[in-house]
């Protein structure tokens, strides 16, 4: 079972940041937060992850709270092309184990 | 660098058939994991493989088996298909060295069963 929880769906506006959520509250020492997103029934895409430090790259930021038990990924100027279906994944083996994720939707 | 590529795109079968799709890696990279995506399901693990050798197995039945070649390159069978094997599947590779490689997809195969 996938151990993350998400909201099923969210709005932003385009050029907002879009801040999705995602509590992994059962996380342990050594596994990393991973997030993919998927358009459209294509293959996921990779975001980003990371351990315990905030993550930032061209696509996106990550934030964990020190606690480690939510983390929070931020695409700061939403576009259209970032409709898709985001997914926060607890990771400690070679399988990714997917919930249901968030259903992103960027309006004009 | 080219992505992973999936072969072939789309494909129409009839329940009792069966079925190959393949999966070419990103070069250099030794690890290739399968996955189901149904609407039913969402996206579930089938199997992964690392040199040649199945290294981890999803909860599906025998009927869905792989193989890996000496250049990594991975194929996907499903023998005697059912109505329900209809999904999207998909395969992703990494360099194989643990769970902080990053996996990455291709575009997948998209199957349908009569």
């Known amino acids: 079972d996938a151990k993350t929880t998400q909201p099923p769906s969210m709005d932003c506006a385009e050029g907002r940041a879009a801040n999705l959520p995602c509590n992994h509250s059962t996380i342990s020492g050594n596994e990393y937060v991973y997030w993919y997103r998927q358009i459209h029934s294509q293959g996921p895409q990779y975001i980003i992850h990371g351990l315990k430090n905030n993550e930032t790259n061209e696509m996106a930021s990550l934030i964990i709270t020190e606690d480690r038990k939510s983390s929070t990924l931020i695409l700061p100027h939403a576009t259209l092309r970032d409709t898709a279906v985001y997914y926060c994944i607890v990771r400690d083996t070679d399988k990714l184990i997917f919930g249901t994720g968030t259903r992103l939707q960027v309006f004009p | 660098k080219a992505g992973v590529t999936q072969t072939p795109r789309y494909l129409i079968k009839t329940r009792g058939q069966q079925v190959t799709l393949s999966c070419s890696p990103i070069?250099?990279?030794?690890?290739v994991s399968w996955y189901q995506q149904t609407p039913g399901q969402g996206l579930q693990f089938l199997f992964e493989y690392f040199s040649e050798t199945q290294r981890n197995k999803g909860n599906f039945p025998g009927r869905f088996s792989g193989r890996q070649f000496s250049n990594s390159r991975s194929e996907m069978n499903v023998s005697t298909l059912e109505l329900g094997d209809s999904a999207l599947y998909l395969c992703?590779?990494?360099?194989?060295?643990?769970?902080?490689?990053?996996?990455?997809f291709g575009p997948g195969t998209r199957l349908t069963v009569l």
């Open positions: 992703a590779s990494s360099l194989g060295r643990g769970y902080t490689d990053t996996q990455y």
């Open positions: 070069s250099g990279h030794r690890s």
